[in-house]
């Protein structure tokens, strides 16, 4: 990640950035410098997956992965329980959206009367498994 600009502490004509320290194109070093303040780190899609598998473990329930060979925006996961409830899982990280392709296979799936649920966070996992099992 570069900033080309002036360095707010020495003038050099450059800065560079990196991680929290800022280096100046004539290699002085200002760690008390930083331009980003420091950012959380982002949660994975993988996490929220991983966390909805170990819950539907948990809860004596079966998850199988998904694909539909030869066409795009299969949801994730299909999830079932012994008391007869089942639903086709589409995992996001915290605020993604599914994309358009996926949206149009989750419509066509909902017209034939699948349940199709779009999950992004652990809490909405685990309302989609309170409800699942209760």
């Known amino acids: 990640m570069s900033d080309y600009g002036y360095c707010p502490d020495c003038g050099a004509p450059g800065v560079r950035r990196m991680r929290r320290v800022t280096q100046c194109l004539n290699k002085h070093r200002h760690p008390h410098l930083s331009f980003n303040p420091p950012v959380e780190p982002r949660v994975r899609e993988a996490l929220i997956e991983s966390y909805f598998v170990m819950r539907v473990k948990d809860t004596g329930g079966e998850q199988r992965k ?22 086709l899982v589409e995992l996001k990280r915290p605020d993604g959206v599914p994309e358009a392709h996926q949206a149009r296979e989750h419509a066509k799936l909902r017209r034939c009367g699948l349940r199709v649920e779009v999950l992004s966070t652990k809490a909405q996992v685990d309302a989609f498994i309170d409800k699942a099992t209760s």
């Not at 998904?66 to 639903?87: I, L």
């Open 66 to 87: 998904v694909t539909f060979p030869g066409h795009d925006g299969a949801p994730d996961r299909w999830a079932g329980w012994p008391t007869g409830f089942s639903a």
